[in-house]
């Protein structure tokens, strides 16, 4: 079954859904809805045995839950959902692709969470964020993957906690949470504990850790693994293992920074094998969220002292022009603003404040204010206003174009402000 819009723009179609729920199915039929804004509703889509459901192009504002299914799977592609107060995917399998997730409750709780290049910001949960269970009556495993995704200013007890772990590429940042990732293995087979060129920075898990792994049998052989990680700069410690089971194996990781500790307790006797170090890190700017890496960090590909190990984390070499030297706050007011709609399609309005006359009158800006964007690998694709000719306080359209008028592909961009001594950045993404 297909419900479609006949735009197919969730902002041009909307269905108020007045306190009520999307609606369910419980036969084997897949039913898939594109392009349509639903909002005010008690609750989604209640999938039936053997359905599933897929929404694309949708958009879901002050709807309490998504989809509930029944070994079944909901997939949510190029989707926006903010404001739902109870677990947005329930039950069996969820997938979120390209999907910007903020002002919500819980996101998913199941035997199998998928996500990929998704925005996951300002939600607040009494319960893991993410909570994947062991299909134990299922004989099948508790899986959460994750690749590509921004995890930014979540409050949860945990971001992710489960069996199974996978992340690859993924930036967490301004969480506040008793760690960022919680491993519980010993049940079953498959509860891999796999991290793969993260960045873990900036968040607050204070008397606590930003990863916790445990266990209490080694009877599935489980792999444990944090290769090419950054973890740096948070409130307490890097990593927390509560058994010599559960151990992880670190290779070429970077644990700097974090104030109760970096190679404490039992990985303490890891920092000087297969790579690991605990060095400053040089990140573009910390302050301003720009995670790339300076020509001299120390986490570059095949840099000193670990010339054997390729990229620390998630984001490239390569600064603004500028963003070598940081001058802090005091040189006056630079922000910018969350890109406004986030997803989105055709275009997307930017808003920007930098160098505005402060309190004694003057103009602390030296410099005039450059805005562009990037691609995820951090090539500038656009310059979306000249340098000289910008305004101190304004906002730009972007149409999702290059500098030569060509369509850019689907995909996460990072819009980036600098006066020439500071940068401040924010994610966007394109849905084609």
Known sequence: YLLRSQSGDPAACWLDLQGYELGGQHG????????????????????????????????????????????????????????????????????????????????ATGYNVYLVDCVIENNVSDSPLIDVQAALYYGGCGLWQCDNCLFADNRAPQIL?????????????????????????????????????????????????????????????????????????????????????????????DLFGNDEGDWTGLIADQLPLRGNITAEPLLCSLAGRDFHLRDASPCAPFSPPNETCDRIGAWPVGCSAGAAELRGPSAGRLELRRPQPNPFARQVRIAYACGVKGAGGADPASL????????AVGRMVRRLKPTPGIAREGSVLWDGRDERGALLPSGLYICRLSDGTRSRSRPVLLVR
Do not use: K
């Open 161 to 253: 906690s489960g069996s199974g772990i996978r992340c690859d590429g993924c930036t967490f940042v301004g969480n506040e949470a008793a760690s960022i990732a919680w491993h519980l293995s010993g049940i079953e087979a498959c509860e891999d504990l796999i991290l793969r060129n993260c960045t873990i920075v900036s968040n607050d898990a204070a008397g606590s850790a930003q990863l916790i792994a445990d266990g209490w049998d080694d009877y599935w052989e489980v792999e444990r693994r944090v290769y090419n990680c950054l973890i740096a700069f948070n409130t307490g410690s890097a990593v927390h293992v509560l058994a010599e089971i559960a151990i992880p194996e670190f290779g070429c990781t």
């Open 28 to 107: 084997f039929q897949e039913v898939e809805v594109e392009g349509i804004g639903f909002r005010n509703g008690s609750g989604g889509y209640d999938v039936g045995l053997y359905g599933g459901v897929v929404f694309r192009f949708c958009e879901f504002i002050d709807v309490a839950w998504v989809a509930r299914t029944n070994e079944s799977g909901a997939r949510l592609e190029d989707c926006t959902v903010t404001g739902a107060t109870e677990t947005l995917i329930t039950f069996d399998a969820a997938t979120f692709h390209r999907c910007h997730l903020h002002g919500n409750a819980s996101l």
């Open 368 to 375: 005039p204010p450059s805005l562009a964007v990037f691609d």
